[in-house]
């Protein structure tokens, strides 16, 4: 402001600008305030910065290095920068010395770049190699993504009791210490895995098979998200990993294969069934379910559903969480002791499954009443006309509240 105005009209434009200027002053450092306290969490179960199992460790052993030297960068020409900006800023001083070029100073700042870009890229590399290596997997896991949830299915593989395929959702159960290879992909739009403090992301790609390595080194729970945007609900696309000791997981694949038991009869679940039947089967599975005349039941999302599939529900109350791993089966009290148990005695709280006691059972009937109202789906509803009537997603099935009480009464037998 060289031309200063000393008219009232002049000061009032001055004083505006200096307000104006301190409040962005303000704004910045704000924010760079609460950016800088929300890297303090404590309870940060996403926090790459804390690696538990060894992909994460070799993807962190490259960025902490590779975060010093650019932080130090980073700080240096900010600060350089601010100086420049208020020792040289324009006071009113003659304009100094023009000159053209300084080839050795150019020089130097064009080989120390290439220098550090160099030996970050080699140690890149490297890393790259490292977290690509699959002739020593122990264990295959296939990863499906779909709008928004993820399928895992289990091929078999006897010498861990896996004698028949397994299907789960939202829930990948691995043993600890173990190898396993995750082979991605999508029934619908791109997705992409990952669970930050076990592996690094993948891309869940339509009509290709990405690899992806995960292993943890001790039981317990970690958490993920899916990190590519896939649609309305790509926010409430979560995952868990489950790692379990080899003796536990050998109990989680033997339940998981154990076969379907129908309610007793005269039972509210057993009338739950029959509501199954007449409402779910039409796009969930529950493998071993069987007509009154004997015929087995088998579901039909590809008929309904965009991607052609919906959760299997055959063991639904044998994780602990829904809808891509969005809302708690567990109440919270029960899912603390689970999230809160020590790597030891992991398996004993997580194997138990979801008993009455334990079911959150206000999102579960929230579910069954209006999912779309709980996990958003659509956010045009002309959208559903234009996919041919195939949903994305569970619609509202306008159940009644009875059906609704019969329902959780029957899900609770999926064990
Ligand atoms: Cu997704």
Redesign the pocket.
Known sequence: MRHQNTTDHGTTAVNRLAGMRRRVVGSIAGLAGTMFLAGCATNAPQDTFQPKGPNAKIIDDLQKPVFAVAGIIGVFVTVVVIIAVFKFRDKGQPIPHQSHGNPALEITLTIIPALILTVVGVFTFRTVFDLAKTSDTEMIINVT?Q??WWEYDYPVQNEYGITQPIITSGQLVIPAGTKVLLRQTSRD????YWIPALNGKRD?VPGRVHLNRIEADKPGIYAGQ??????LS?AN?RMEAVALSKADFAKWVANQLKPYASPAENTLAKEGETVFMNQCIRCHQVNGMKRADGTPVIAAPDENMVSGAAPNLSHLMSRNTFAGATFDLLNKSCREDVWGAESESFGAKYLGGVSEDCLNQTDLRGWLRNAPAMKPMYANPALLTSSGGKYRGMPNLGLTESDIEKLVAYLLTLK
């Open positions: 993504g709008q928004w739009v791109i997705h992409s869940a899916c990190t590519e945007f896939c649609g790509h696309m």
